[in-house]
């Protein structure tokens, strides 16, 4: 799957080059992960090749779906992203940032399946609410042990064994 993902290096001249890709589920399947499953994603690239480095511009749009944090209630998250990579030509592979990477002179393809994947992942939000709860104060709980002065009020007469103890900790 991920296979139409590779960008052969060799033979492709200095200059701009397009590509289209189609996101679903197959794609998120490809990845080891539980964040996503699914979704309905365009990817555009444009790779400017120059001699010494190439810059890759995403710019993704579509909706992805999510579950809600509150209700559980699966939807579609729209997205709509601009991502920009460099990967710098050098002696030996390795990242510098989030957006440059260095490529081995002898690299003959590129997968830029992962660099979209990531760009995917990070613009999930980490609350996850379905948009009809969106405006919706959030829940508070309250535990017996952050208030247990109220508890002891609300219970009938306390040990009179505990209440030397009690005033101790009310201190």
């Keep these: ?17 397009e590509f289209d890709y189609q996101i679903d589920a ?12 699914k979704g309905g994603l365009k990817v555009h690239l444009t790779l400017h090749k120059k001699e010494s480095f190439l810059e890759l511009l995403f710019g993704i749009a579509g909706s992805i779906e ?7 209630e699966v939807f579609d998250h729209p997205l709509r992203l601009q991502e920009k990579m460099i990967l710098k030509f050098g002696e030996e592979a390795e990242v510098i940032s989030e957006e440059m990477e260095v490529i081995s ?7 830029v399946a992962r660099y979209i994947f990531d760009f995917i992942s990070v613009a999930v939000p980490m609350k996850r609410i379905h948009p009809k709860y969106a405006g919706d104060e959030p829940m508070q709980y309250t535990s017996a042990t952050e208030n247990p002065s109220k ?10 064994r505990w209440k030397e103890l009690l005033k101790l900790k009310n201190k």
Excluded: W, Y
């Design 66 to 72: 999510l579950v809600c944090d509150r209700s559980l």
């Design 1 to 17: 799957m991920l296979n139409n993902f590779e960008i052969n290096l060799i033979g492709l001249k200095e200059g701009v080059h």
């Design 151 to 160: 508890q002891q009020s609300d219970s009938e007469e306390i040990d009179p």
């Design 26 to 37: 197959s794609f998120f399947e490809a990845f080891d992960q539980e964040i996503l499953d």
């Design 105 to 111: 002179f002898g690299t003959q393809s590129i997968n």
